[in-house]
């Protein structure tokens, strides 16, 4: 009787002190919680991207935080490394180049720098003019809303104006650079108002005939090299663009 009794009373002492245990792990996820909370704040991408990578670690398979982190970035995640991001834009837009006839005029490429979006200057523009032509509005609209997913929205946009190396000089432009110069700056009109890239994370700029992709000896090549460049930058060079030293 005295020995039920002392192990009903032990029996009873563990189970008060069980709940102490769904306790512990309660705070431990809530630290966590705001541990990773405070680390979107104050982090850039590649830092968070560290933090989630160690604390997936530390918990094991780390799912529920993995998914987390991939969701607050948008429809298709920010838990992808840098690269896989850029190679996701670039599929959106080579599918829509595709199913819309436009591959021949607009080529995609990832650099070192960034994801290069290259229109050839007979798309959009007239010759020796700058402003986008309004039945092709659409498509560099469309284009723009995929390059401004929030896949990469922490990411600077370039737009970068080339010509060939033909003289220009008309009552509207003096020279190759104005020409370049005003065709950046439209196309990037037309993402600010347009396709809602936030004006912050756009430049634009002309560089004449002087950065050429091929020689300027034959028609082909100065067909080439008349182009119009949408660079989404790789998120390293962002304190590069941002003027940070």
């Known amino acids: 009787m005295h020995k039920r009794k002392k192990h009903e009373e032990e029996e009873e002492h563990q189970n008060h002190e069980r709940w102490l245990l769904s306790y512990a792990d309660f705070i431990t996820l809530l630290m966590i919680f705001f541990i990773i909370m405070y680390a979107m704040s104050t982090l850039d991408q590649k ?49 829509y180049l595709k199913e819309n006839n436009l591959s021949a005029s607009v080529s995609t490429t990832i650099e070192k720098r960034g994801l290069v979006v290259s229109f050839k200057d007979s798309l959009f523009f007239d010759s020796g003019k700058a402003e986008v032509r309004p039945e092709q509005t659409d498509k560099l609209i469309t284009i723009s809303k995929i390059i401004n997913q929030s896949i ?63 020689d300027n000896s034959t028609a082909e090549g100065k067909s080439t090299n008349r182009r119009v460049d949408i660079i989404i930058m790789n998120s390293q060079f962002n304190e590069v663009e941002n003027n940070k030293k």
């Open 47 to 95: 830092k968070y991207e560290k933090l989630t990578t160690a604390l997936n670690q530390a918990m094991g398979d780390g799912t529920a935080i993995a998914d987390t982190g991939s969701n607050m970035g948008g429809e298709i995640g920010n838990g992808l490394s840098e690269d896989a991001k850029l190679k996701k834009v670039k599929e959106n837009l080579d599918k």
């Open 152 to 214: 990469i929205s922490d990411s600077y946009i370039r737009i970068e104006g080339h010509t060939d190396s033909v003289p220009m000089h008309n009552e509207i432009f003096k020279s190759n650079w104005d020409l370049s110069v005003m065709r950046a700056s439209n196309v990037a009109q037309i993402l600010i108002n347009k396709a809602g890239v936030k004006p912050e994370r756009l430049s634009a700029t002309g560089y004449g005939e002087y950065r050429p992709k091929v």
